[in-house]
C-alpha cells in the first residue's frame, strides 16, 4: 500500500520561510517523480513543484526562485524549502505520485503565512 504522509506546515510570518517533507512508503521511491501541490480555501488545487527520478526539477511560475523542491532517496522522502513566504502562499500543501497506473496523494499540512 502506497502511503504519503506530510509535515512541517505551521504558521508563519511573512518573508519567512518553511520546509516541508513528504515521506512515501509502499512504492519503489527512488524510481518515481513526485510533487507538490497546494489548496486555497475556495480555490482548485494547483501545482507547486515537481522532481523526477533523475531530480529535474519544474516550478510553477508563483513559486519560482523561492521554492525548491528535493529528494532523499535513502530517507524515501520529498522535501519543499519554501522561503520569501507571501501571504498568497497560504494553503493546503499536498505531495503526490504516480505509482502502478494511479495517483496516490498525502492527507496534507496546512501552512498560513501572516501578513
Known amino acids: 500500500q502506497v502511503q504519503l504522509v506530510e509535515s512541517g506546515g505551521g504558521l508563519v510570518q511573512a518573508g519567512g520561510s518553511l520546509r516541508l517533507s513528504c515521506a512515501v512508503s509502499?512504492?519503489?521511491?527512488?524510481?518515481?517523480?513526485m510533487a507538490w501541490y497546494r489548496q486555497a480555501p475556495g480555490k482548485i488545487r494547483e501545482w507547486v513543484a515537481s522532481?523526477?527520478?533523475?531530480?529535474?526539477?519544474n516550478y510553477a511560475d508563483s513559486v519560482k526562485g523561492r521554492f525548491t523542491i528535493s529528494r532523499d532517496n535513502a530517507r524515501n522522502t520529498v522535501y519543499l524549502q519554501m522561503n520569501s513566504l507571501k501571504p498568497e502562499d497560504t494553503a493546503v500543501y499536498y505531495c503526490?505520485?504516480?505509482?502502478?497506473?494511479?495517483?496516490?496523494w498525502g492527507k496534507g499540512t496546512q501552512v498560513t503565512v501572516a501578513s
Open positions: 503526490n505520485t504516480y505509482y502502478n497506473s494511479r495517483f496516490y
Open positions: 522532481i523526477n527520478s533523475e531530480s529535474t526539477t
Open positions: 509502499g512504492t519503489i521511491f527512488s524510481a518515481n517523480a
